[in-house]
């Protein structure tokens, strides 16, 4: 099943579910240009992967990790289906990075490996939208990571028993032209060994993000580009891109 939040013509939240037919919920069904999209979840925070895919790391010009690299993005980063982000004033290099997304499903904190998916509420997709200008002059990676709108999520929140972590297709799209293509089946870490890493740092909360990194093919974003993020099971993400 493929839940979907959105707001209604009337403009009420729904929690529905995305079939072939539209966006259902309390037995009507919606079009989708005629509701919007809401991201499939409201975390507290996202973590996110650095250097989860080796040919990635080797296109950055990158070591492969020891343990998995970690930084976050903040509430505000949060971007919908549909959405336009909005590249920070004065910067040239902006790249997209298409990346499976897990949904925290419960409170947690010191999860064993072998019990991690437990805690999985379900996947959807990001795009880890990134100001290398920033990124690359500084450490913690404020500036090049945690802007506004810049973690697009959705466009639905996928049942874990309809997406394989291991052995899910990738692919990005701007202006219809393929960036990336691959498979998690390359991550160097593994979705459990991120959530048992993650979570003995952190307590996560129910609708929490962890963001696995992006494999290779990252690229140049232009004002106006549109951009769409495909998976198995989850559907596609589609986002527009603006200079301010």
């Not at 939240?13 to 309390?26: A, Q, S, Y």
């Not at 899910?168 to 959530?195: A, C, K, M, W, Y």
Request: hydrophobic share 35%; glycine share 10%.
């Amino acid at each position: 099943m493929r839940h979907v939040r959105f707001r209604d013509p009337a403009g009420a939240i729904r929690d529905g579910e995305w079939t072939d037919d539209g966006l259902e919920f309390g037995g009507r069904t919606y079009d989708e240009d005629e509701v919007e999209v809401l991201a499939p979840c409201e975390p507290s925070k996202i973590v996110c992967v650095g250097r989860n895919y080796a040919k990635h790391a080797e296109e950055m010009g990158s070591d492969l990790p020891d343990r998995p690299l970690l930084f976050l993005k903040p509430p505000n980063a949060v971007a919908a289906h549909g959405d336009t982000v909005t590249m920070p004033e004065g910067k040239e290099d902006m790249d997209h990075e298409i990346e499976l997304a897990v949904v925290i499903g419960e409170q947690c904190r010191n999860v064993p490996e072998d019990e991690a998916l437990d805690v999985v509420e379900g996947y959807t997709l990001a795009d880890d939208v990134s100001n290398r200008d920033d990124q690359r002059v500084e450490q913690n990676w404020v500036r090049g990571k945690a802007f506004d709108g810049s973690c697009p999520l959705g466009p639905v929140l996928a049942d874990p028993d309809d997406v394989d972590p291991d052995g899910t297709s990738l692919e990005l799209r701007v202006n219809g032209e393929v960036r990336q293509s691959s498979n998690t089946e390359h991550f160097i870490f593994s979705v459990p060994e991120l959530i048992a890493e993650v979570t003995q740092y952190m307590t996560l909360e129910p609708g929490d993000v962890l963001i696995t990194g992006t494999p290779e093919g990252v690229g140049p974003l232009e004002d106006g580009d549109h951009v769409e993020l495909e998976a198995d099971g989850i559907g596609t993400l589609e986002h527009d891109v603006e200079q301010f």
